[in-house]
């Protein structure tokens, strides 16, 4: 299994060294073939103690909520705007990201290895 994560790790750019450091992501709002609206990527990455910034661009007409409870981010990204959140991944583990509107629902997790 730590394989499988270190495997993963390096796919998606994370740091495997002891230190913790700085990852800066995009997530857009995008329109699946199937007409739902979801921010993508639906999955992110960081390691404990990250410091993490997040873009969140909204490129629909109304609004969108935007959630990882754990790190009490708790946004909404008016339509045809962006939104930079910046937040410490203090914690590992696996952590729902949902959309707290429209009705709430979860859109994706966030993975802080250790």
Not at 3 to 32: H, K, M, P, Q
Request: aromatic share 8%; with cysteine.
């Amino acid at each position: 299994m730590r394989r499988f994560w270190l495997a993963l790790a390096l796919v998606v750019g994370v740091s495997t060294s002891g230190t913790a450091g700085e990852v800066t992501l995009t997530v857009v709002n995008v329109v699946t073939p199937q007409d739902v609206k979801i921010w993508e990527p639906t999955s992110l990455f960081a390691k404990k103690g990250d410091s993490v910034m997040l873009k969140l661009i909204n490129r629909h007409q109304d609004e969108h909520g935007y959630e990882v409870a754990a790190f009490g981010v708790k946004e909404v990204v008016e339509g045809g705007k962006s939104k930079d959140v910046k937040f410490t991944a203090d914690k590992a583990g696996i952590f729902p990201i949902k959309c707290h509107l429209h009705p709430a629902h979860v859109v994706g997790q966030l993975v802080v290895l250790e």
